[in-house]
């Protein structure tokens, strides 16, 4: 009997042992692509919209050019908000709908799209750098 609790004992010691001593191997940083801070076309604009991975994810809120690409889980091309990537999505915003309405028109807005409009710049300007402008 006293051998069984001796196995047990080297066994719990071992497990504490690995558990607590052995360390996870850092892993390397994910190195994200950085935009060129500068104006941009629409047409180039486009090219920024997530699909390639080398490139940054840039969207455009009422002229103000924002990089998105560290959050591109939500901006990327299978991201919630991934129709926004590579446009100016500002009507889709104050609209309330995931699509970029990049052509159409923001006058017209009630009161409250234009509110929400204005929360969404502001929580951009607050989490997100401006890399230019359209």
Known sequence: ENEMWEWL???AFLFVAVLFLSK???QAPIKLPV????DYTRDE?????GKDPKKPILLAIKGEIYDVTRSASFYGPDGAYGAFAGVECSW???KG???S???KPLVGLTEAE???LDEWIQFFVGKYKVVGRI
């Open 9 to 11: 004992a080297l066994v």
């Open 101 to 103: 309405g990049e052509d």
């Open 92 to 94: 889709g915003l104050a």
């Open 45 to 49: 604009l486009r090219e920024y919209n």
């Open 35 to 38: 935009a060129e801070v500068r």
């Open 97 to 99: 709908v995931v699509e």
């Open 114 to 116: 234009k509110d929400a």
């Open 24 to 26: 996870p191997k850092p």
